[in-house]
C-alpha cells in the first residue's frame, strides 16, 4: 500500500524489538469474541488509476455550477474565486499543519486567524470576531446560546425570515437546554412581528439581512426596542458579499453578527466545509462567554511580536462540562481560504464585487419580472430576491434543469407546505448578461 | 572572504564568530522572512483582482447603503503570494516532519484526496440544486456511509455532524430523543471517565446531562468497581473513548456495554481513535451504540490548521431511528435526499447544521478507503499500534512510560524520568522543536503527571522512527544530565521564541488596530 512505508523486514524487527511474535500480540487486549479472522467485507486497495476512475464516475453524474447559467443561492453563493486561493490552500504547511498549539511554530496559522478575526470585525462593523465556526448555521445557534449566558435570560425570538436551516440547527442545539425559541410568522417585508415578539425576558432576537427571502432590513428600530428591554440583537447573514454595499450589523445596533463566510475564497463545495463567521462587541462579559478559538497578541521572550490561541479558559479542553461551547475543530482552512481572497480583493475589490452582484441581480430581476405572470416580490435586495411565479416553483425548477439553466431554489424546499409559487433567485459577478436572457428565456418556456 | 562567485566555492573563514551576528538589519533570517500583518503591508486602494467596472446604475438597496467604512487593505497578487508563502514558512507540518500529537492522529495527506476533491461535480456544485443534477453527490454520501457501516458493524450513520464534537453532540442528542421517546426522563446522569477528552462532559452538559467522573484503575482503564457504584436507574449512558486516551484498550469493554445496557443506559463511543483498531476490530462488536468518526484523524482529510473536520456518527439499531435529517437514501436507484423531519421514516432529533455535511471531506475520506480498501485498512491499524509500541519498547530505558505493557497506537509517558532534573514536560516539549519535532500532546490525559502522549501514525517510516528515538533519548539523557537552561530556554531555533501566553489572556488583543486609535472602536 502505497501511503505504508513499512516492508515486512521492518515489522519484523519491530517486533523483535517490542519482544513479541507476531502483530496479534499487540491486540490481546480486544477481548476475542470481538477480533475478527479475516477482512471486513469491502473491497480491497485500488491503484491511483482505479480510484480516479471510480470518482470521476460519481462526479461526472452532477451538473456542475460553472456549466450552466446558475443561479441558486438560499444561503451558499457561486462567486469568481482567484487561482491564487487554492494554490496557497495547498501549501503543506497550512494544508498539513494541526490547529496551532504550539504556537512558536504555528506562526504562519495564527497570523493568518489574527488577520481573519481583523477583516471578519471590520466587515461586519464588530469589535471582535473569533477564529471561525463550522458554518453561518452553527454560528448562529452558538450566538443564541451566548446570549443567554450573557443576558442570563432563557428566551430567544427568531425571525420567521432567516435562513431555516439556521433555525433548525439554533433549535437543535438549544432543545434540551433552558432556552427556547421562538420563531415568528415569516414576513415579507417588515419585522413588526419579530419586534412584538420582545419581551422583558428575550434573551435575544435574531434578524437577517438580507434574510432568506433576498430583502434587507434596517435593523436600528429592532434594536432599539431590543436594547430597551434589555435583549441582545444578533444579526445573521448568509451572504457576506452584501456586507461591501449595505450596511454593516454593527452600525445597526446588533451586539453579536454571525453568518456564512462560503462566499469569499471557499467555493460551493455541495454545502461544506464552510466558514463561520462570529463577531460581536468588545463588552467583557461578551468576550468571556464566545465560543470558539481566538488568535491574540502577544510577544515572546525577545519582546517580539506573536500571536497565539487565547482565552482558552472558556474551551472544553480546559473548562470541561462549564465550557461555553463542546466546539474544537473549526474551519481552520476555509478561514485561511477565506483571508487570502479578501486580502487580493482589498476593501476595493470587495466593495466592486458586491456592486456586480447586486447589478448583476437587477439586471436579473428586470428580466424575470418582464416574462409574462412572473412578479418580483422584493421592493430591497442585494443580489438575491423571490418571484411569484403562476405555478408550482417546485416543478418549475425541475423543468429549467432539464433545459440546463439551474433556476434557484423553490421556497418551498425551506419551508415545507408553504410558499409553493415562491422561488429564490441569486446572481453574483459571474452571471452574464447572455446567462440572464437565456433564464428569462427558459423560464418564460417551461410556465 | 567567504565567495560563492563565478563557481568558486564557499568557505567560512576561521576568524569569523557567526555568534554575533544573530540579529539583522531587515529582521528577516536567510530563508526566513519577517512578514508583518496586511494591515502593515497593504492599502485600500491595492487590489489583486481584475474585475469589470461597475455599470453605476440605479440600485435597489432600500437606502440601506453602506455607509461604515471598512477599511480592509488589499494587496496585488505577487504580494499576496509573497505574504502567505511567508506565513507558511513559520508552520510545522506533517509533511516537513513527524506530528506525534497523541489523540490527533498526524498521518500523511495524500494529494490524489485533494485532487478528488476538486473534480468540478463535487467541488462546484450547489447542495440546493435539484436532485436529478447532484445524484453523484448523494451516491458519494451513500458510498461512505456503506463504508462506515461496514467498518464499525453498525447499522446507521448520520452523516452531517460538521467535527468530531459535532458528532457527539449527534450521538447524545440520538441517545437523550431515545430516552425521551421510552419514557426514560429521569435518566439525565452520563459517566464520564476522567481520561475523557474535554468535549465530552461538554456535549453531555449541551444535551441537557450531568457528568459523573469515573475513576481510572492502576492500569489506566475503566474502575470497575467503582463503575458499578454508578449505575442506577437514572443513568442514561456512558461516554468511553476507546482505545482511551491512556492508549490502551479497555479490555472490559463488553463488560461495560451489557453492564450499563442492563441499567437501560446507552454507551457513547468517542471514535477519536479508531485509527487503532479500524478493519480490525468492529465497535458494533463491542456494544457501541454511537460513535463518531474523525475524518479528520482516521480518514486523513487534512487538518488544515484547524479544521474543517467533519465527523459523521455511527448509531445503533436502537439510535438509528432518531438520526438527524438530512439524510440520503436510494430508491429505484435513483437517490434522494430526506430533508424535512415530516419526511423522515423515523423520529429525527432534528437538523445539526445547514446544508447536508462535509461533502469536501466526504470526498476525500471516500477516496482514501478505496485506495486503501479493507486490507490496507487493516494494515493501517497494526501499522499504528506496531509504531506506538516500538516507541514505547524503545524508549522506556529512559523515559517513564505512564502503564506497563502493550499500548495500541499511542505511547504515553509521565514525567517521573524529569524528577528532580529542573526540566518540566512544556520544557522538554519545547526543545523538541528545537531538534525540528513538533512536540507529542502535552499534559494530557489529565489522570497522568506531566503526561507526554506520542502517537506515530502509520505513515511513519522504521528509519524516521529511530532518528525520532534517537532524539528523544539524547533529550532525556540531556536532561539528566543537568542540561537545564537548554531546555528552559526552548525553543531557540524556532520562528519566535517562547511565547507569553499570560500576556495575551490577561491583556486581550484580538485585532489589529491602527496605531493611532488608543481606544478600541466605539460601539454604536
Redesign the interface.
Known sequence: ??????TDT??K???E????AS?D???????E????DG????????G?LQ??R??????????????VP?F?G???Y?HHI?A?V????????????????????????L??L??F???V???T?M???N??M?????ACAEAVMMAARVTKRDKAVMAGTV?P??V??S???A???SVSIEVTEPELDSLDKVIAAIDENTACVVVQ?PDVFGQ???LREISRVAHEKGALVIAAFTEVVA??????P????ADIAVG?GQSIGV????????VGLFAC???RRF?RQMPG??????????G?R???L????R?????????T??????????A?AFT?H????????????A??S??NA?AL?DALDAVEGVDVV?????NEFAVRLPGNAAEI??KL??VGV?GG?PAS?LY?GQFEDILLVAAT?VNTEADIEIFAKALGGVL | MPMNTQGRPTRIADNIATGGYAETTSGSKGLEQSEALIYERGSVEQCGVDLPEPKGTATRLGGLERKTELGMPGLSEPETMRHYVRLSRKNYAIDLGLYPLGSCTMKHNPRLNEKMARLPGFADVHPMQPASTVQGAYAVIGELAHWLMTLCGMSGVAMSPKAGAHGEFCGMMAIRAKLDADGQTHRRRVLVPESAHGTNPATAVQCGFTVDEIPADETGRVDMEAFKAKLGDDVAGIMLTNPNTCGLFERDIREIADLIHEAGGYFYCDGANFNAIVGRVRPGDLGVDAMHINLHKTFSTPHGGGGPGSGPTVLSDALAPFAPVPYVVLKDKHWELVEHEADAEGQPFGRMAAFHGQMGMFTRALTYMMSHGSDGLKQVAEDAVLNANYIQARLKHVMTPAFDGICMHEALFDDRFLKDTGVTTLDFAKAMIDEGYHPMTMYFPLVVHGAMLIEPTETESKSGLDRFIDTLEALSLAAKAGEVERFQAAPVHAPTKRLDETKAARQPVLRWTAPAAEEPIAAE
Request: charged residues 20%.
Open positions: 500500500m502505497r501511503y505504508l512505508p513499512h521492518d515489522r524487527a519491530m517486533l524489538a517490542i519482544g513479541v502483530i500480540d499487540l491486540f490481546t487486549d480486544v477481548p469474541a470481538a477480533r475478527l477482512l471486513i467485507d469491502l473491497p480491497t486497495k485500488q491511483e480510484v480516479e471510480a470518482m470521476a464516475a460519481m462526479s461526472n453524474q452532477n451538473v456542475s455550477a460553472s456549466s446558475f441558486v438560499a444561503g451558499a457561486k482567484p491564487t487554492d494554490h496557497l490552500i495547498q501549501r503543506s504547511e497550512f494544508l498539513t499543519a494541526y490547529t496551532p498549539y504550539q504556537p512558536e511554530i504555528s506562526q504562519g496559522t497570523q493568518t489574527f488577520e478575526q481583523t477583516q470585525a471590520q466587515l462593523g469589535d471582535v470576531a477564529a471561525s463550522y458554518d453561518g448555521s452553527t435562513h436551516h439556521y433548525e440547527a433549535k437543535t442545539l432543545k434540551y437546554s439581512t434587507l432590513h434596517d456586507l461591501g454595499l449595505t450596511e454593516a454593527g452600525a445597526m445596533g456564512e467555493g460551493l463545495n455541495f454545502g461544506g466545509p464552510y462587541k468588545d463588552d468576550i478559538r481566538l488568535a491574540g497578541e502577544t510577544v515572546d521572550a525577545d517580539r506573536g500571536f497565539v487565547t482565552l482558552s479558559t474551551e472544553q479542553h480546559i473548562r470541561r462540562d462549564k465550557a461551547s463542546n466546539i474544537c475543530t473549526n474551519s481552520g482552512l476555509c485561511l487570502i479578501m486580502t487580493l480583493l482589498g476593501e476595493k475589490g470587495f466593495r466592486q464585487m456592486q456586480l447586486h447589478e437587477c430581476a422584493n421592493d430591497a435586495f442585494f425548477v425541475e434543469a432539464k439551474l431554489v424546499r415545507p459577478e
